[in-house]
């Protein structure tokens, strides 16, 4: 009786002394931040400084955070006596797809990060030719594989050098550079291979003369049409009459 009684008695102070305002919360640490604040973090998980780190409940703060349509994994962590650790991933602009009159920020799975009416703050590449499924913060615009495939292949040097990629049907896929010239990609399997055959082989072009359009639909011969004097011919980049 008396061993039970000294660790009954033992378990009770551990119980009371965890408890006790040497516990209390007093900072709050946040990793891996770069658009969100430390303010904007502590005010989404929800907690507040005097709390007891023995009640915070880590669960609950990570699922109030991912709430976060910027924010793609979480952790949280104690660490004692007085600190929780917030490590955070924050999904990355990757580009921008077009929505009836709306631009969707996206990331590289092609969830929505933000709406915009003015494509000037972000100098990423445009996504048009296919409708959204939804356009709610947080949830994947598009489930397309072609739109998968272009934003898995927009390295940076891809980035810089495209203004826009236009899914105009099945095995369609054109590409337009900087300077508005359309580049034939045909479907998108291995689209990255193209994007930088495309970069390399338009970077060695006579800039003196005009291009209509870059064909790089077969990786291995890319062909390039230039404009006739006085303009173009008129000649479609597909051929999309039904026969």
Partial sequence: MKTV??????????????QSPFF???EIEGRGLQRISLSELTEESG????????????DRVKRRLLKDPLIERAE??????HTIVIE????????????NDTFLVIDRKGYCLDKISSMRSYNLPIITGIKASTTELGK????????ISILAALDPEVQNFFSE????????????????????????????????????????????????????RAVSAPAVKYQQIGGTNGEKLYNTDKT
């Fill in 5 to 18: 009684f000294v660790i009954t008695l033992t378990i009770m102070a551990l119980y009371l002394f965890s």
């Fill in 24 to 26: 209390s919360l007093q």
């Fill in 47 to 58: 907690l507040s400084k005097g709390q007891n780190l023995f009640q915070v409940d880590t």
């Fill in 76 to 81: 949280v962590k104690r660490r004692f006596p």
């Fill in 88 to 99: 955070i991933k924050e999904r990355q602009p990757r580009a921008l797809f077009l929505a």
């Fill in 140 to 147: 994947k615009v598009s489930s397309s594989r072609d739109m």
């Fill in 165 to 216: 990629f236009n899914i105009a049907g099945k095995e369609q896929l054109i590409a337009y550079s900087r300077e508005g010239i359309p580049v034939l990609l045909g479907s998108s399997d291995n689209l990255s291979q193209k994007l930088h055959v495309a970069v390399s082989f338009m970077k060695s072009l006579n800039s003196a003369m005009p291009v209509e359009y870059v064909d790089i």
